[in-house]
């Protein structure tokens, strides 16, 4: 009888230990934060921040499709191989498919050191430097660059309109009107 009691305690106390574990692992439920789009300044921040975030670590895709208009795009743009400058346009899905996976295996931090905003009406432009990390523990950036985001107000809010962006290079370093 009480080896029979001691084997129902450790079934039980391994079962609680196994329900702890799983309860461990669920995922954080995110919920999307519809007022991020209410100034340019929080629209800015809540992009640098989906984008960012260490290696193994998922992005809340939703928040970032909720960023942008429905038409918008991202555009990358630089040398190719052959040294000529070109651009590759992409919707936010495609961004998404293109770099979600490599951002989450790599570590993918991404700061803004540097702003320029001009608006006219319900028109924005933000000229927006940047440096890249891998971790919030590098101690130098692997990359840096400039964002240039604008944006479209509809009276209610923000869209993202287009980002259109270019890394720095030593045939291209950002000019210090551009650096903080």
Not at 22 to 41: G, N, Y
Request: contains cysteine; neutral net charge; glycine residues 6%.
């Amino acid at each position: 009888m009480k080896k029979l009691f001691i084997t129902l305690c450790l079934c039980s106390i391994a079962f609680t230990f196994n329900a702890q574990e799983a309860e461990q692992e669920k995922p954080i439920e995110r919920v999307l934060d519809t007022t991020v789009v209410l100034s340019i300044d929080q629209t800015i921040k809540a992009l640098y921040d989906v984008i960012s975030g260490e290696k193994g670590e998922k992005r809340f895709w939703k928040q970032f499709k909720f960023l942008f208009h429905p038409n918008a795009k991202l555009i990358a743009g630089g040398r190719d191989v052959f040294g000529e400058y070109k651009v590759h346009y992409m919707e936010p899905k495609e961004y998404i498919k293109s770099s979600g996976k490599w951002l989450e295996e790599h570590g993918f931090i991404e700061k803004e050191i540097h702003r320029k905003t001009e608006i006219f009406g319900n028109l924005a432009h933000v000229f927006s430097t940047y440096e890249s990390f891998h971790s919030e523990s590098d101690e130098a950036p692997f990359m840096r660059g400039i964002n240039s985001i604008q944006l479209f107000n509809d009276g209610k809010r923000w869209w993202i309109i287009n980002i259109y962006w270019t890394q720095e290079t030593q045939l291209n370093p950002i000019p210090k009107a551009y650096l903080p």
